[in-house]
Nanobody, 123 residues
């Protein structure tokens, strides 16, 4: 239902930082819960972070907690994820997701997905 376009990925050294952005094309951005999931080659997709429609509640996978921060700007129809202290294990394609049901975002069952942006952490 929502067209999502991720950007901001790239190559970074371990310990470095990146900020991912996801722009949404929708006239109902404020009702959507948003999140980020990632998938590394040969591995299953995993949940990374999520934020509620009003920005009050955030959720993080244990592996990224204290390092990644999700935020949203409803005026710009954009969700962000600041990634600090990146590790090689963070290397993956990162996808943005949106759904009116927050649980679906966390579970990877969202109706809307972006095409992904590649994050590579390597020295």
């Amino acid at each position: 239902q929502v067209h999502l376009v991720e950007s901001g990925g790239g190559l970074v050294q371990p310990g470095g930082s990146l900020r991912l952005s996801c722009a949404a094309s929708t006239n109902a951005f404020r009702i959507y819960n948003l999140g980020w999931l990632r998938q590394a080659p040969g591995k299953e997709r995993e949940f990374v972070s999520a934020i509620s429609y009003d920005g009050v509640n955030t959720y993080y996978a244990d592996s990224v907690k204290e390092r990644f921060t999700i935020s949203r700007d409803n005026a710009k129809n954009t969700v962000y994820m600041q990634m600090n202290d990146l590790k090689p294990e963070d290397t993956a394609i990162y996808y943005c997701a949106a759904d009116s049901n927050s649980a679906y975002v966390i579970q990877g069952r969202s109706d809307s997905w972006g095409q992904g942006t590649q994050v590579t952490v390597s020295s």
